[in-house]
């Protein structure tokens, strides 16, 4: 991890096109301005958290889900298969 100070109106260049400034400093909170394109999503880590942990969620049930409705054969099927006779052909005569 990188630990950077700055002062308020200073900033850090994050690549080429996303810039952190600092707004204000009162006490312990600090507000941050963030220029960044459009398509550049920006979240709170504990909200960006919370999405990871219900995608997870959903997908480990989707799964099961999956799992749960896949056909299956019955067992009887098997065991009709397993007497059927085999013919065994003679190709030297």
Do not use: C, Y
Not at 80 to 90: A, D
Request: net charge negative.
């Amino acid at each position: 991890m990188l630990v950077l100070s700055r002062r308020v109106n200073e900033s850090i260049q994050i690549g080429t096109d996303v810039e952190v400034m600092i707004i204000d400093v009162r006490g312990d909170i600090v507000r941050l301005g963030i220029t960044a394109p459009q398509s550049t999503q920006i979240w709170r880590k504990e909200l960006w958290d919370t999405i990871v942990q219900e995608n997870r969620t959903a997908a480990e049930g989707a799964k099961a889900a999956a799992l749960k409705e896949a056909p299956q054969l019955p067992l009887s099927t098997f065991s009709k298969l397993s007497k059927i006779p085999t013919v065994h052909i003679n190709s030297e005569e």
